[in-house]
């Protein structure tokens, strides 16, 4: 079945690179997604990547996609307080809908 | 705009009461959707309208009702609902319900069942 694995939690210091990881096991799902959640918020979709990429830069973001290994990240680099959230990855269910499936979500805390 | 607007923020109702959610979006997306999300945990699908017709329930118990009165608005009915049920609520929208589409959220209503 589908699942997608992160790790729980990731502790840095403000202006320091953030790595959040994530493992998937649906290699059909067309886009891989990043989403943020600040406390008591909605999800916001921060940024995705085509599956027939390897990399896609959006300002202090950089996603990284390994399909043979199944493996995403997320580098936020210049960590700020602001940056502080939860931070899920997801990928598509089968067949043909529209369907999320999610991680556990990263709780990404930046120390000032 | 890619906004999803949800309605009430905030609820708080006792087990007997009868209640609704209210979500509203004005990017034409013709798939919307109902997630449930508990504390620290990924939120769970819960329903899919495409096309304002219902085409994913997840097993979901029938205290909790959906509508799609049109393509811009979705419901969420609640009636008779249990303690457990106390949860963050989240609405969506898509395209048209397709699995290379990207999924915009409402903020959610926080919901509390005494």
């Known amino acids: 079945g589908e699942d997608v694995e992160q790790s729980l939690f990731l502790s840095v210091r403000e202006g320091d690179s953030s790595v959040i990881n994530c493992t998937y096991t649906?290699?059909?799902?067309?886009?891989l997604y990043w989403y943020k959640q600040e406390p008591g918020a909605g999800l916001q979709l921060l940024t995705y990547?085509?599956?027939?990429?390897d990399m896609k830069q959006d300002q202090r973001l950089t996603v990284l996609l390994n399909k043979k290994d199944k493996h995403l990240s997320l580098r936020i680099a210049d960590t700020q307080t602001g940056d502080s959230a939860i931070y899920f990855c997801?990928?598509?269910?089968?067949?043909?809908?529209?369907?999320?499936?999610f991680g556990q979500g990263t709780t990404l805390q930046v120390k000032p | 705009d890619t906004e999803v607007t949800q309605t009430p923020k905030h609820l708080v109702m006792g087990m007997t009461n009868k209640k609704s959610l209210k979500c509203e979006q004005h990017?034409?997306?013709?798939?919307m959707y109902w997630y449930k999300q508990k504390a620290k945990k990924p939120p769970e699908l819960m329903f899919v309208?495409?096309?304002?017709?219902?085409?994913i329930n997840e097993s979901v118990p029938s205290r909790f009702s959906p509508e799609c009165p049109n393509s811009s608005l979705l419901n969420l009915h609640l009636h008779a609902l249990q303690p457990e049920d106390s949860a963050l609520y989240l609405c969506?929208?898509?395209?048209?319900?397709?699995?290379?589409?990207?999924?915009?959220f409402g903020s959610g209503t926080q919901l509390s069942v005494l």
């Open positions: 969506a929208s898509s395209q048209v319900g397709q699995s290379n589409e990207k999924l915009f």
């Open positions: 649906d290699s059909s799902s067309t886009y």
């Open positions: 990547i085509f599956s027939n990429m």
């Open positions: 997801a990928e598509h269910g089968s067949g043909n809908t529209g369907k999320l499936i």
């Open positions: 990017m034409g997306h013709r798939a």
């Open positions: 309208y495409s096309y304002e017709k219902l085409s």
